[in-house]
């Protein structure tokens, strides 16, 4: 995989804790420290495919997973919610 570090997201993600996803390896951390909750939700196959993506689209295709992801269980806030926060 190339450097998830160096892999920016098209734009942040505010999640609901505080906490802003800029890269691949945000996400990633965000995934790793996240319950495992067999059977509940995808949060296994969506850290295995960022980190085994390689190519553009198999990038694109991870952050899109981990988008759908965090929507579904609710961790995201809007950007102006996230700011009027701070």
Known sequence: MKNPAKLR?????Y?????????LADAIALLREHEARPGVDARDEVLHCLERAQTTEECQRAANAFLAWAKELDLLVSSETAHQRA
């Open 15 to 23: 999640m609901r804790d505080g906490r802003i996803i800029r890269t």
């Open 9 to 13: 997201l098209q734009r942040e993600l």
